[in-house]
């Protein structure tokens, strides 16, 4: 029977982690096991997220990244906006001034000569969906830019393109050609250290770009008077030449005869189109009918034919009556009676009169189907011919529309030249221009750039956006075991729990025993509740036995092995279990520089024979928990770890629940690998943020090689202020809920008080 404890602590299992995969149907065999609902890996979201949560696991992973490397981003965003600051104090102010003309496509003219100018477009093929965009580049020709360049130099005394290679390309680089939208003005921007030079410059330019409009009209309207004398002559004789084209085609092609052409047609289209669906019922009738008499239906064929044949339905009927007579005679007569083959001749006979009656109707339909096939052809040939005359026909009139609209436009071309040339010959003697000022430029003292009102803010967002990057990168390029995918996926072993970072200035008020078994000091932490996880997981991957071995290692030295060993078991040991920790590190001990206790005789001494267990084995102030320190440091570790007396003195070792090895690190030396295969399982301490993922495969895949049972992980050392909101969130909770003088909690109060005070009894140590 379970103690009721055993059966409490199975309840609280199966009510907190219902989500959880483990088993939980087996009792744990430990007769003073108590946990809080806490212990169990309810713990795991502390340093990861479940695979129910996946989808939203991504974006809590960069937000926790974006958390720990916060340094980062706000440096970089620093180092940006400080640096823009300082460049844009130090860059030469600039001061801008606008010039805004009006640009019209239309001539402001008396005259209509817009038409005038589409004329001219016409023939040169100019598009006037581009005439804007030609404008601004006109702006910025260097034409125009040279033609300003040097009234500033001869009319204004300018001095500053002087000292430049390229006096055009320096006028450029301080010129804004910005159009504005949906109207027909364009601001001509120039910005120059100087106000009342930048207005100088864009003045200069709007005037030398609106004089060169006005000689470039002068020209065009030249141009347009000689195209249009040289047009008229041409255009008259055209017109005159399509005119008499046009009269004799309508004559010669004999047009009105196409509507006929048409009508018939469409009347043998029509003829065509019920020949043939005729002819496709008749072909499907007679392929019907055929298949019946190929098949032997013979009957059945000439019920379904009787209905247009009298002579066929006359047959069926006498074979219906010999049929009965034959039914009535054999029932008093043989087969081979005079009558029964009488009768049976008789319808031999029938049978084949409705088989010839059968073909000659089936022959018949032949016939109709092979006329009826003839007509088709005969009207499909007199459609092509009729088809083949309309597509003539048609040809024709295309052509003749093509005659009439040639002869159409040179009339209207003929008219509109000889209309406009005298408006050309007077337009001559104006100068119009569709182009003027709408504001002069003025002097502007306040600067446009560089502005720190614009350029903060840009250099903020950059450098957020490449702090952001910075620190992706960053955690991209570390390859530390960071969360609990690390440890499962990369490395491929059970997560088992995460071991805060102490605080420094918490523990330092302690003494140094209480900092070294801190859960002992403080049972009420976060760290011993986390150790709590880890005892239940462990609890769970070992097989029920009276008594289970663990091994504690590492993948380098430096993790917190020696520490989570010694406080992991304080953990075990509040639950009542009998514990004995053993220093198996014979190079480097330090459990008992961390119970405080002499090291002159230990392991070494058992295993060399000097000593008995009896004589090593030293209890702590920790209830149910001994230890075996190291003992001297011997000349051969790995040998002593891997010989005989090793395994017989685990062998033993009786009357504890828990026997706790602490090893040395696997990447240093081959001890872990020699004891891994005498312990039940094997706990990886692994320090967060600093230990890289290579060393812990490289470690798991050596420990594998011996076939050693890896229970899983346990993160040690990590920062949850560092790693994000949800490790924060989950270290202040604990902070506040478990490490109270007024929490009033059975199972807390339970493991934590009631246990330590209790009395074991004395140890069998063999």
């Not at 309309?390 to 040639?406: F, G, R």
Request: glycine letters at 4%.
């Amino acid at each position: 029977m379970l103690p009721r404890r055993g059966q409490d602590f199975r309840i609280r299992l199966r009510r907190d982690c219902q989500t959880d995969s483990l088993p939980v149907s087996s009792p744990i065999h430990s007769p003073h096991l108590r946990t809080s609902s806490l212990d169990l890996r309810c713990h795991a979201p502390m340093f990861g997220t479940d695979s129910s949560d996946r989808g939203d696991f991504n974006l809590l992973h960069y937000w926790r990244t974006l958390r720990k490397r916060q340094l980062t981003v706000v440096i970089f965003a620093t180092v940006m906006v400080v640096t823009t600051a300082i460049g844009t104090a130090l860059s030469t102010p600039y001061f801008a001034s606008t010039a805004t003309i009006q640009i019209s496509p239309d001539q402001p003219t008396v005259l209509d000569m817009d038409q005038v100018n589409d004329a001219v477009a016409y023939q040169g093929g100019g598009e006037r969906r581009a005439y804007y965009t030609t404008q601004y580049r006109i702006i910025e020709s260097r034409t125009v830019i040279s033609e300003a360049i040097r009234r500033l130099r001869e009319e204004h005394g300018v001095t500053d393109f002087d000292s430049v290679e390229d006096p055009v390309v320096f006028f450029k680089r301080h010129l804004d050609v910005s159009p504005e939208m949906d109207t027909r003005l364009v601001h001509l921007i120039v910005e120059y250290p100087d106000p009342d030079t930048a207005a100088l410059f864009a003045n200069v330019l709007a005037q030398t770009y609106m004089d060169s409009n006005v000689e470039r009209a002068r020209k065009t309207t030249m141009d347009a008077l000689a195209w249009l004398s040289e047009q008229q002559e041409v255009y008259r004789q055209r017109n005159l030449s399509s005119s008499e084209q046009l009269k004799s085609y309508e004559y010669t092609s004999a047009l009105a005869a196409h509507d006929a052409k048409l009508s018939s047609r469409e009347r043998l289209q029509s003829a065509w189109a019920e020949t043939r669906a005729k002819r496709v019922e008749q072909e499907a009738t007679y392929k019907r009918l055929s298949s019946q008499a190929t098949s032997g239906h013979w009957l059945a064929l000439a019920n379904n034919l009787s209905v247009n044949s009298p002579v066929l339905t006359n047959l069926l009927e006498q074979h219906q009556q010999f049929q009965l007579e034959k039914t009535r005679l054999s029932a008093s007569k043989k087969a081979g009676h005079p009558d029964m083959v009488q009768v049976e001749q008789q319808i031999t006979g029938v049978k084949a009169q409705i088989q010839g009656q059968v073909r000659d109707i089936l022959a018949g339909n032949k016939a109709q189907l092979d006329a009826t096939i003839a007509a088709e052809k005969a009207l499909q040939k007199e459609l092509d011919n009729v088809s083949a005359e309309v597509q003539t026909y048609e040809a024709k009139l295309i052509e003749y529309d093509q005659v009439k609209a040639e002869a159409e436009k040179n009339a209207d071309l003929f008219k509109s030249l000889d209309q406009r040339l005298s408006e050309v010959d007077l337009s001559k003697l104006l100068t119009p221009n569709n182009i003027w000022f709408v504001d002069k430029a003025v002097p502007v003292t306040e600067k446009v750039r560089p502005k720190l009102s614009t350029n903060l803010p840009i250099a903020l967002l950059i450098g957020l956006i490449g702090g952001v990057a910075l620190a992706f990168f960053t955690e991209f390029l570390d390859s530390t075991i960071k969360s609990r995918d690390d440890i499962e996926t990369l490395v491929g072993i059970n997560f088992l729990g995460a071991i805060p970072l102490l605080d420094p200035q918490e523990t330092a008020q302690f003494p140094e025993l209480d900092r070294n078994l801190y859960v002992n000091a403080r049972p009420r932490s976060a760290i011993a509740e986390s150790l709590r996880g880890v005892r239940t997981n462990i609890l769970f991957r070992l097989p029920d036995r009276p008594q289970r071995r663990l091994l504690i290692t590492s993948a380098a030295a430096r993790e917190g092995k020696s520490f989570v060993s010694s406080n992991l078991g304080t953990i075990i040991a509040m639950t009542g279990s009998r514990i004995l920790l053993i220093d198996a590190d014979l190079r480097r001990p330090s459990q008992h520089k961390l119970f405080k206790v002499g090291n002159v005789t230990g392991l070494s001494d058992i295993l060399t024979g000097e000593k008995t267990l009896a004589e090593c084995v030293q209890r702590t102030h920790v209830p149910g928990l001994d230890l075996l320190t190291s003992g001297p440091r011997p000349p051969n570790p790995a040998e002593l770890l891997g010989s005989d007396a090793m395994e017989r003195l685990l062998d033993t070792l009786t009357g504890y629940d828990f026997i706790m090895i602490d090893s040395p690190p696997i990447g240093a030396v081959a001890d872990p690998i020699i004891l891994s295969r005498l312990v039940h399982g094997v706990l990886m301490v692994v320090e967060s943020n600093k230990t890289d993922r290579d060393q812990v495969v490289q470690s798991r895949s050596r420990l594998s090689e011996m076939n050693a049972n890896i229970l899983g992980a346990i993160v040690n050392k990590l920062d949850v202020r560092r790693s994000g909101y949800g490790y924060y969130y989950y270290y202040d909770y604990n902070t506040v809920y478990y490490d109270t003088d007024t929490d009033t909690d059975s199972d807390t109060s339970t493991d934590t008080s009631t246990d330590t005070n209790q009395t074991y009894p004395e140890r069998d140590v063999g």
